[in-house]
């Protein structure tokens, strides 16, 4: 789960500060997988699946918390 999230975030870093261009960092999560100084495209489905990954995740980090300290649920 760590290294999934971690690659997440190298995707995000690389789209938000390099405008979606291959770097020597961001080939050290990828090794293999793109050439350096080329442009990264993604599927705006995999996007989306990413999007709920990290939904789901954050979920199950706040049900453990709450279930570990006691707190209150809000319902919506």
């Known amino acids: ?5 971690e690659k997440i975030l190298q ?3 690389l789209y938000a500060h390099r405008n979606g261009i291959v ?6 999560f990828f090794t293999g997988q793109f ?3 080329s442009e990264h495209q993604m599927p705006i ?5 990413k999007i ?10 706040d049900l453990a918390a709450i279930s570990k300290y006691n707190l209150a649920k809000v319902s919506s």
């Open 1 to 5: 789960m760590q290294d999934e999230i």
């Open 11 to 13: 995707i995000r870093h």
């Open 23 to 28: 770097d020597e960092k961001f080939l050290q």
């Open 35 to 37: 050439n350096l100084n």
């Open 45 to 49: 489905s995999e996007i989306c699946d």
């Open 52 to 61: 709920c990954y990290l939904s789901e995740v954050a979920n199950k980090i």
